[in-house]
């Protein structure tokens, strides 16, 4: 009886249709992956090519067993077309992983770009939000420094994308719920087609919409217990110290009240006033629903966060009362049914990490792949727009993955994201 755990057998016994693992890095051989289904016999010529003697197949994947090994093994025989075929094939290759190998450093090169711009701007919102009330003047300066910038990449002419940072220059120390709220905010000003004035004074309300909480205490604001109900109306008064605090700082009065209503809900379940829907500005109710999503995903207490996945789904089987709706979905689909920072598996049974999201495909993000072979410093880089023979079959938490593949993909307690030219455009080839 055959066994269904990978086993390793001699290049010789390869035939189209067996599902095989090359134990080689990836960027030593041309293929987008390093387990995949033999399609044809140049496949399996290239493979020869590569120096491995042993490959390891899966037989539960094949569709067939390997050959048997002759005793004398004959020279092989093949077609005329299929050796003009292998041939052709063969000859591309070291043209295929030289392209490959750029793809790659581009990829990596274009990433660590985005996340030092992410770590400055993350210490500068950090400063901006501690200093509003000692130093008022420079810290909205300093604020209106990286909204401007954020907003011209928000409402740049073509694609933008949202991404998670999970690479090695930052750490869940970078994280800054006011930013996030923000990038959140103007990636959702994008797809509404706002203009730039009001995606200004949004992205300024979105960095400013907690001040208050400079006035509340820290055994409240860090209590990873729920609040008992005095904490709680003490903790609700941190909309109407805002708003007072953006006043004072010399703010435009439609900022101070953004601030005082982003906790009021479309149901009249919110506060400090228990508005409803059209009472409140349009962009508070933005800013109530970014700033919803981001505290599911990245609460004061680990062990209650959310995936990306099941914040997003959560709150549009359980919260669509609380939020605009329309914005709800507008929402779904900027950050995709896999939004970044979700832990996936592909349909080749690859994990993967989603890194970055472009709202025009929100289908097919950029992957991080698990790959044991790769250095985790600079690991494999799907670009799934590229590959239509692969899909994302299951979302995962990161308690549903092995200790290795965990260990590798390292994924942040902490998801931080940043808004960026989509990745594609650090190439040439068509998207």
């Keep these: 009886?055959?066994?269904?755990?990978?086993?390793?057998?001699?290049?010789?016994?390869?035939?189209?249709?067996?599902?095989?693992?090359?134990?080689?890095?990836?960027?030593?051989?041309?293929?987008?992956?390093?387990?995949?289904?033999?399609?044809?016999?140049?496949?399996?010529?290239?493979i020869k090519k590569t120096g491995l003697k042993k490959v390891r197949y899966d037989p539960k994947r094949?569709?067939?067993?390997?050959?048997?090994?002759?005793?004398?093994?004959?020279?092989?025989?093949?077609?005329?077309?299929?050796?003009?075929?292998?041939?052709?094939?063969?000859?591309?290759?070291?043209?295929?992983?030289?392209?490959?190998?750029?793809?790659?450093?581009?990829?990596?090169?274009?990433?660590n770009e985005c996340e030092k711009k992410f770590i400055n701007t993350s210490n500068i919102a950090r400063q901006a939000t501690r200093n509003i009330l000692t130093e008022p003047k420079a810290a909205v300066e300093q604020a209106v420094l990286i909204v401007n910038d954020m907003v011209d990449t928000a409402l740049m002419e073509g694609d933008v994308a949202v991404h998670a940072l999970n690479g090695n220059r930052s750490s869940d120390a970078n994280y800054v719920h006011p930013l996030n709220v923000t990038v959140l905010a103007l990636l959702m000003a994008k797809s509404i087609e706002m203009s730039k004035e009001d995606a200004r004074l949004l992205g300024l309300a979105a960095l400013f919409h907690d001040i208050g909480k400079a006035e509340i205490s820290d055994k409240i604001l860090l209590k990873k217990e729920p609040l008992t109900k005095s904490e709680q109306t003490h903790y609700e008064q941190h909309s109407?110290?805002?708003?007072?605090?953006?006043?004072e700082a010399g703010l435009p009065v439609?900022?101070?009240?953004?601030?005082?209503?982003?906790?009021?809900?479309?149901?009249?379940?919110?506060?400090?006033?228990?508005?409803?829907?059209?009472?409140?500005?349009?962009?508070?109710?933005?800013?109530a629903l970014v700033n919803g999503y981001d505290n599911l995903?990245?609460?004061?207490?680990?062990?209650?966060?959310?995936?990306?996945?099941?914040?997003?789904?959560?709150?549009?089987?359980?919260?669509r009362t609380k939020y605009d709706e329309s914005l709800l979905k507008r929402l779904i689909k900027s950050l995709g049914i896999y939004p970044p920072g979700s832990?996936?598996?592909?349909?080749?049974?690859?994990?993967?990490?989603?890194?970055?999201?472009?709202?025009?495909?929100?289908?097919?993000?950029?992957?991080?792949?698990?790959d044991p072979l790769s250095s985790r410093h600079e690991p494999q880089i799907l670009d799934l727009r590229e590959e239509p023979g692969i899909n994302i079959s299951a979302c995962l938490r990161p308690n549903q993955l092995p200790l290795d593949v965990l260990?590798?993909?390292?994924?942040?307690?902490?998801?931080?994201?940043?808004?960026?030219?989509?990745l594609s455009h650090n190439n040439n080839e068509p998207t």
């Design 407 to 422: 260990d590798y993909l390292n994924p942040r307690k902490r998801i931080s994201y940043f808004m960026d030219a989509d």
């Design 254 to 287: 439609r900022i101070g009240k953004i601030i005082l209503q982003h906790h009021e809900h479309a149901d009249g379940s919110g506060y400090p006033k228990h508005l409803r829907g059209e009472q409140t500005d349009q962009l508070a109710r933005l800013v």
């Design 62 to 111: 094949s569709d067939c067993a390997p050959l048997e090994i002759p005793a004398n093994k004959p020279s092989e025989m093949v077609s005329v077309e299929t050796n003009k075929s292998i041939e052709a094939t063969t000859n591309d290759e070291p043209t295929k992983v030289v392209s490959k190998n750029e793809r790659l450093k581009e990829l990596h090169q274009a990433i």
């Design 297 to 319: 995903c990245n609460p004061n207490n680990f062990a209650t966060a959310k995936t990306p996945y099941e914040a997003l789904a959560h709150m549009y089987a359980n919260q």
């Design 343 to 370: 832990i996936v598996q592909l349909s080749t049974g690859s994990y993967a990490t989603v890194i970055s999201v472009n709202p025009n495909k929100p289908l097919r993000p950029f992957v991080m792949l698990h």
């Design 1 to 46: 009886m055959q066994s269904n755990q990978p086993q390793f057998i001699d290049v010789s016994q390869l035939q189209v249709g067996m599902y095989v693992h090359l134990d080689l890095g990836w960027m030593d051989h041309p293929f987008t992956l390093s387990n995949f289904k033999v399609k044809d016999e140049a496949q399996i010529s290239i």
């Design 240 to 247: 109407e110290i805002g708003a007072r605090m953006a006043q």
